[in-house]
């Protein structure tokens, strides 16, 4: 079998797909279920089908595009990523797990390569928080992580539900048939950038991910009294902004004092009401993103931001309410994935880094149904979630390599 990755061909699907956006070049905004994610989505599907898979999409909007295997019947090998991005995103988060899951694909197909069990690639809904306010909700619901239930009635900020959203999408099935069997994935592997600097400080272009970190976020709303900023002299305050700047503070404390680096706190939303120059803000709305390697240690500074919250409040008369919107346990990588990853390196002579994934992906959720892995490739100075985020096409196209020759030896 002689694989070979288009890599112009590859990198010039990045780069269309990056033109779909609500942001200006080089940054990309897709926020799912917007028109721009809806043509993006179409675009994937589109090229999908080119490369003669047959496709079908669940009712939160998952693509499924499988290659059928000789035994059809078998469970499938999956791979995938996401093409939602956040307000002023890069353009390969997710998108090279997508478009060089495809490659991949089509460079086995070329290869005369003929799987037994399937082979489907996964693009899955809305991985990114940024409307409902939790991420990675397709993935959620095909593992069972999230029920039908409460991922219907989940709103974004101008109150629309995940159900009508979707449905105005055209996404009009049940919920509750996007779970998937356990014997549904014979294995998942999902290839991504590392969003780290660890691989470019090491010098090398594939990571072998032994692990995913546990994820947690917060809703936080605190409020106090608003007034004429001129009128209402200090004794007499109460407000909200004060409190949040040093709930804020108390977070980022909690994640330095945990005794690890692997301890992260961020505050990336911060709402203020009236939000006028010359008013006592009355009320703010903040989002806490809080995440670990080790699931005692994030849950002891999840505790360490609740007691703080209680003294802001107390010492400051306002009210504080924090809002659990999830609280996800880390996932180990299957051992048979991470095995044919590094055989597949060692094949093609790639130096490879096993390590821990930092930030979240759809695989920390499918891995609760399926044996999972990741394979990273590095990104320039480790950036993402940012309009400069890059990585090297030569890079793209070793991660696609390897993900074919994992994904022959997963379905063989
Ligand atoms: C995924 O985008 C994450 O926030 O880790
Ligand atoms: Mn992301
Ligand atoms: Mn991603």
Redesign the pocket.
Same mark, same amino acid.
């Given at each position: 079998m002689k694989l070979e990755i288009d890599q112009r061909g590859l990198n010039a699907e990045i780069e269309t797909l990056a033109a779909i956006s609500d942001a200006e070049p080089p940054a990309v905004t897709r926020i799912v279920f917007t028109p721009t994610d809806l043509k993006a989505r179409a675009r994937m599907i589109s090229l999908c089908e080119e490369a003669g898979l047959t496709v079908r999409q669940d009712a939160i909007g998952n693509i499924f595009a499988r290659w059928n295997g000789a035994d059809p019947a078998a469970p499938a090998v999956g791979t995938g990523s996401h093409i939602d991005a956040?307000p002023n995103a890069g353009k390969y $988060?997710g998108v090279v797990g997508v478009l060089g899951g495809l490659e991949a694909i089509r460079a086995l197909q070329r290869s005369g390569f003929r799987p037994k069990n399937s082979i489907e690639l996964l693009v899955f809904a809305t991985?990114?928080?940024t409307r409902f306010g939790i991420?990675c909700l397709g993935s959620r619901l095909l593992s069972g992580t999230l029920s039908a239930e409460a991922a219907a009635k989940l709103k974004d900020r101008d109150g629309e539900t995940v159900d009508e959203a979707r449905r105005k999408a055209g996404f009009d099935g049940n919920l509750q048939d996007v779970k998937l069997p356990r014997s549904y994935y014979k294995a998942f592997v999902e290839l991504h950038i590392e969003?780290g600097p660890l691989l470019e400080r090491a010098k090398t272009s594939v990571g072998i991910v032994k692990s995913i970190a546990a994820?947690a976020s917060f809703r936080i709303s605190i409020d106090g009294a608003g007034g004429h900023s001129g009128g209402v002299l200090m004794p007499d305050r109460k407000d909200a902004l004060c409190a949040a700047a040093q709930l804020i503070l108390a977070s980022e404390n909690a994640a330095r004092s945990s005794g690890a680096v692997d301890t992260v706190a961020t505050v990336g939303v911060c709402d203020v009401f009236p939000s006028a120059v010359n008013s006592i803000p009355s009320r703010v709305r903040i989002t806490l $993103?809080i995440r670990d390697t080790d699931l005692a240690r994030r849950d002891g500074a999840m505790q360490a931001i609740e007691r703080a919250s209680q003294e802001i409040a107390a010492k400051r008369q306002v009210s504080i309410q924090l809002e659990l919107v999830n609280a996800d346990a880390p996932a180990d990588c299957a051992p048979e994935v991470r095995t044919a990853l590094a055989d597949s390196c060692r094949q093609h002579g790639f130096r490879f880094l096993e390590m821990v994934s930092r930030?979240?992906?759809d695989s920390l959720f499918v891995s609760r149904i399926a044996p999972t892995g990741m394979l990273f490739i590095p990104c320039r100075s480790g950036h993402s979630?940012r309009p400069d985020e890059y990585a090297v096409p030569d890079d793209i196209a070793r991660g696609a390599l390897v993900l074919a020759e994992t994904l022959a030896k997963l379905s063989a």
């Open positions: 956040i $988060d991985e990114e928080p991420g969003q994820p $993103d930030a979240y992906h979630h």
